[in-house]
């Protein structure tokens, strides 16, 4: 299964638009914040259903989890992600320069996203951080190909029997 088969779709922005001119009007933020947690409960969703280490994110998996090894060899997907560290000016310009790569190339790149701070819980409260759609694919990714996430396909499929036998 591959997550663009069931991906939102967001509507055109206008060509005139400039973000950097922008009013940050309420309305937008709660837009932004309703098509972040859509996401979210869809990805949820979908690895609730397919276990992670056999789904596909995007078309460009393999050469994003490539280029995440080159650039971050320290990066250990089962690690609880340090997010001052992440959002440190260091931090910042080095997943700028990673995700700039994918300008143009993946859809919503630069999106702000939902994503859990560790691979062993449930999105919650104090387990999130709002990332770049790119950040979240490329941590992501290396989860699902560790196999980082397959317990949530596990336990959800042990409650359906468990329901199923009731």
Known sequence: MDIDDVQLTSQNVPSNFNAAEADNLEDIEKQFAVKAVQHMETYWSILEKVKGSTLRLTKLDDEIYAHLLKDFPDFDPAETIDEDKMKSKQGKE?????????????DDYNFGTMM?????FEYGQNEVIFVPRMQFYAVEIARNRKGLNDWIYE????EKAKKASS
């Open 155 to 158: 336990q959800a499929q042990a």
């Open 116 to 120: 859990r701070t560790g691979p062993k």
């Open 94 to 106: 080095r997943w700028r320069n990673f995700m700039m790569a994918y300008d143009k190339r993946v």
